[in-house]
Nanobody, 115 residues
């Protein structure tokens, strides 16, 4: 099965920064959006940020002003710059790619923010 490859998670103190990266293999074509989701223990998976084609970007209210998503369409990659991290940002972060309605996911990368 084809899977996305994520990296960049780790342990950081509150107020610090991390940068997540995700790459989709070239075998996945016609991608119309790439984004990031996260899931904390005991909670539902939630959308963090999505970069669609034609420059459309969506952020969750909880991360607006702190996180920035960027995308390189030619390289099938997406990034998430996370600044001013809070303990409540602690979660497994998953990369997603939408190819004509078919969704692909990574295994997830753990982000832990200590107080």
């Amino acid at each position: 099965q084809v899977q996305l490859v994520e990296s960049g998670g780790g342990l950081v103190q509150a107020g610090g920064s991390l940068r997540l990266s995700c790459a989709a293999p070239i075998s996945i074509s016609n991608i119309r959006a790439m984004g990031w989701y996260r899931q904390a223990p005991g909670k539902q998976r939630e959308l963090v940020a999505v970069a669609k084609n034609r420059g459309i970007i969506i952020y969750a209210d909880s991360v607006k002003g702190r996180f920035t998503i960027s995308r390189d369409i030619a390289k099938n990659t997406v990034y998430l710059q996370m600044n001013s991290l809070k303990p409540e940002d602690t979660a497994i972060y998953y990369c997603n790619a939408d190819s004509l309605g078919m969704n692909f996911w990574g295994k997830g990368t753990l982000v832990t923010v200590s107080s």
